[in-house]
């Protein structure tokens, strides 16, 4: 990490000595000019460069003190186009939200105007994250409210030295800043494997004639509830749910599907293993199904016996401890979140990942099904379609900076970076969809080339592992190449460059026709890389069972 900035309009000095004993921090140069620093070319803020820039602004002092709603939504609108002006791509910003504190809104008239003008401030902060995918929102507001008016502020420190914050408010928003940045550079967990029996609800299913299950609006059965309720918008934020648990299917099929206080539907889970099978027997079964390592997977059951077993025989899973007490679920569920599968921002894909997930284990099934390879293809039926990369540069970072099985070279790049790809006219880039019978896989292949004279070079060429297997690179590269000849190119070359994780490429490019060059042969850029060679007028027939078309 190359450093951090700390922006405020109020003295944050006490919380940025607190950052530099943790991480490397731009030392401010006093407060209140903020979007003038972000602006200046020549300011020690830009000489920093840092990585990560978090601006906490207190609202009232923003607003010079003016709470009337017309006049303060054209302070705020002026001050976020001035930061949307100062924004580089290169930076990840955190704004923080709102949090109104004065001495006169004690004996203000309220009738919500209080509440109005957050909500301005959140209306421009939101446009702003939606219009700007390297702006994220510091929940700054969240941190207040828990600590309280009355010790989250300093009246004294106030008039002392301009110092917002309590001392204990200064502790927490350094400790939040360097939350966020773990987050940031941290790889979350993907799935969340659930016990159902003393973990979803309470009691046996089963034995419901004996001891009703526990589950409800009231007492103990409703703090079996908020968890569910906790763990379903975790699932709507991207975290796939599976089910490892030992009961008679039907039992626990029926509470799933029929018990009236059940909000974890059987459609909110991409997997389940009810059965009386050893737990880690399972989880590597549906890792294997979802084609997930079981280093993405956290556990969490009842028993301690069942999580001392998959923690020896599984130890790359996490298995967190079970609360003892059912009021304390919820709370606990809500920690596993933050410290294992939050991200720095929820995208699309991540809304859309426990339906694609699942609709892989029907395509897997069809593929048990199914007599032949080439019969398995038909019966998806596969489109593939070619986007507009402008318009999806986020997916497409994603991409190529964490694909590892399909990638030809692993190069990484920022986003400055692969703006500036599309943007230069010696260079094409390709981005893809998939999609078939089952669903949509959504964006899930990129490649770039670049054009000299009559011969491209195929700097980069990544495919999700996700769609991996179906032959669908061989009608993307089909379309590349196409298209490549449509304008004039008559010779492409390919690049492979070996990684300890890209095996699964090594000889594509052998498969789909093309002859290795001599050692050192190709451009300079592409060093002692593999390269390969194909003229385009002798390309090979290859056979792919797909559609493609354009978006």
Known sequence: MSG????????????????????????????GNELGILMNPDSSYARFRPEYTFLVMDLLELLEHETELCAAEEKIAAWFRGLENALKPETVYYVADACLWGAELSVMDDRGQRAALEQLWQKYLDRLRGAKENVRILPYRQLL????????????????????????????????????????TRTPKKVLALDLDNTLWGGLAGENDNTPIELSEEHGGLAYKNLQRVILQMQRQGVLLVIVSKNNEQDAQEILEEHPHMVLRPSAFAARRINWKAKHENIRE???????????????????????????????VTVPEFPEKPEELA???????REYFEKPA???????????YAANAERNRLREETGS???????????????????????????????????????????EELEGLLADAKRKVYLYSVADRF??????????????????????????????????????????????????????????????????????YERLGYSRMACGAG????????VYELQLAEKPERVCFLKLRNA
Request: contains cysteine; proline residues 3%.
């Open 4 to 31: 951090i900035a700390l922006l405020s309009n109020v003295n944050m000095n006490m919380v940025i000595r607190m950052l530099g004993r943790k991480v490397s921090v731009w030392q401010a140069e006093g407060y």
């Open 145 to 184: 409210i828990r600590l309280g008016e009355e010790n989250a502020f300093s009246p004294k420190m106030w008039y002392m030295g301009k110092v917002l914050l309590s001392n204990e408010a200064q502790k927490r928003l350094c400790d939040l800043i360097l939350d966020k940045l773990r987050i940031e």
């Open 286 to 316: 549906i890792a294997g199904e979802l084609n997930l390592g079981t280093d993405s997977f956290v556990f969490w059951d009842d028993s301690p016996a069942e999580r001392q077993l998959v923690r020896e025989m599984l130890p790359e």
């Open 331 to 337: 709370g606990a569920m809500a920690e596993i979140y």
């Open 346 to 356: 929820v995208t699309e894909e991540d809304l859309a990942k426990t339906a694609q």
């Open 373 to 415: 390879f080439e019969d398995y293809l038909r019966r998806l039926q596969i489109v593939v379609t070619r986007e507009i990369p402008g318009k999806h540069v986020e997916r497409l970072q994603q991409l190529v900076n964490k694909t590892n099985q399909f990638n030809l070279t692993t190069r990484r790049y920022t986003r």
């Open 439 to 508: 669903g949509d896989n959504g964006i899930v292949a990129a490649a770039v080339a670049a054009v000299d004279g009559r011969t491209a070079v195929l700097e980069e060429f990544v495919m999700s592992c996700r769609v991996m297997g179906k032959n669908i690179e061989y009608g993307i590269l089909n379309d590349v190449e196409e298209d490549l000849r449509s304008q004039g190119i008559e010779c492409l070359r390919g690049i492979y460059l070996p990684t300890a994780k890209n095996q699964p490429v090594e000889k594509l």
């Open 523 to 530: 451009t300079e850029a592409e060093g002692t890389a593999e």
